[in-house]
């Protein structure tokens, strides 16, 4: 079984920096891929930004994300990181960690497992 345990999120001004930690967990635990999604209320779920795990870091990101936010990885610990600056009041959503275990054509498919959300609301 694999677990994902995010933390991070939080209230910001406009303007502000948040970084969301998200640690993977589990005795037959194979990454392909881990990244981040969100929800707004009343929205649909988006992609926000992924990391590819093996071999080089492969980094992918929704357009709204590019330059603000920045994904890394910390492969000892199993854990990724986003890093979100310049946050809008657009930005505020329930941000979820998601990971695949195998490789899919399109980075934003194939996550069987997903954290419980961490919630990111930045004021006006």
Not at 48 to 58: K, P, Q
Not at 74 to 92: F, R
Request: with cysteine; hydrophobic share 35%; net charge positive.
């Amino acid at each position: 079984q694999v677990q994902l345990v995010e933390s991070g999120g939080g209230l910001v001004q406009a303007g502000g920096s948040l970084r969301l930690s998200c640690a993977a967990s589990g005795r037959t635990l194979r990454i392909n891929a881990m990244g981040w999604f969100r929800q707004a209320p009343g929205k649909e779920r988006e992609f926000v930004s992924a990391i590819t795990w093996s071999g080089g870091d492969s980094t992918f990101y929704a357009e709204f994300a590019k330059g603000r936010f920045t994904i890394s990885r910390d492969n000892a610990k199993n854990t990724v990181y986003l890093q979100m600056n310049s946050l809008k009041p657009e930005d505020t959503a329930a941000y979820y960690c998601a990971l695949r275990s195998v490789w899919y054509s399109q980075i934003q498919h194939g996550y069987g497992y997903w954290g419980q959300g961490t919630q990111v609301t930045v004021s006006s």
